[in-house]
Nanobody, 126 residues
Framework: QVQLVESGGGLAQPGGSLRLSCVAS????????MSWARQAPGKEREWVAG????????YYADAVKGRFTISRDNAKNTVYLQMNDLKPEDTAKYFC???????????????????WGQGTQVTVSS
């Protein structure tokens, strides 16, 4: 069955970095759009980043552009989220999803997410 397992969350200081990983199984990973979303207490889940086949297809929310980088290693069935220059407002639970936003040339697409991982908590605080 489909499984997405996130890891790498934790406590970071403002300006610090964390790298999240999501290991996928149970489907053909290389053909899937993969994404990261986050949800803070009392707020709706929001997109953070998504990608399809390569870096040219990546989507980033305005709040994380220039600080976060999504990447994938299809040989390892893993998608990553490198988070730099973390801010307290980045505090949230981060989820990996199969599907999500991406670009194809100039066009924006949003594939329905049909499976989410269990999430990993990121807390940014001094």
């Amino acid at each position: 069955q489909v499984q997405l397992v996130e890891s790498g969350g934790g406590l970071a200081q403002p300006g610090g970095s964390l790298r999240l990983s999501c290991v996928a199984s149970g489907f053909t990973f290389g053909r899937a759009v993969m994404s990261w979303a986050r949800q803070a207490p009392g707020k709706e889940r929001e997109w953070v980043a998504g990608m399809y086949e390569d870096v040219a297809d990546t989507y980033y929310a305005d709040a994380v552009k220039g600080r976060f980088t999504i990447s994938r290693d299809n040989a390892k069935n893993t998608v990553y989220l490198q988070m730099n220059d973390l801010k307290p407002e980045d505090t949230a639970k981060y989820f990996c999803g199969r599907g999500g936003p991406h670009y194809g040339g100039p066009n924006y697409y949003e594939e329905p997410v049909d499976f989410w991982g269990q999430g990993t908590q990121v807390t940014v605080s001094s």
